[in-house]
């Protein structure tokens, strides 16, 4: 395994190691996805306050831009494009736009609790329909009653937090 020693704001060993430790630390960072989601929305909504919606996502990007080329070039990566690989597989970055864009437009009317949330809705609506229907050749994984409660638990707590 090849691992590269750079300072970042992250080492990147440690990403080397957590995709080498298997499933438990795939789920592990997974759920510090969570974590990041959470700060990357707070810093993205006041950074929108202060700029404006526009601005502050066309900035937003371009640092990640700016990022993940100081990382394909210290890992010595490749960009490239497959002929063969469906357009539409290419156009996550389009989506990206929108989802900084629409977190901060709610986040400033909302705050942050609601406007994450309001999309851990969206996201489990949107995985299970994923999930039942395999889409895009994934494993079709049926949607199950019980899976109910869990949405039925979030929607309380998204009337509870819009009432309080």
Known sequence: MNMTYVILPFNLYVLDLIMARGV???KLFS???????TIMILLNGVLSQKLGN???????HLLGLTLMSIIVIAKKNKVSFNKNIPIYLYSGGFLGVFTILFNNISFNLLGASLTLA????GQSIC?????????LG?????FKKEKL????????????????
């Open 24 to 26: 438990f630390m795939y």
């Open 31 to 37: 759920a510090f996805i969570g974590v990041l989601i």
């Open 54 to 60: 526009y601005s502050s996502t066309f900035i937003i």
């Open 118 to 121: 309001l999309g851990l809705m």
């Open 127 to 135: 995985s299970l329909v994923i999930d039942h229907y395999g889409v």
């Open 138 to 142: 994934m494993k079709a994984v049926k």
């Open 149 to 164: 409660i869990g949405l039925i638990i979030i929607a309380s707590g998204i009337v509870i937090m819009t009432i309080y």
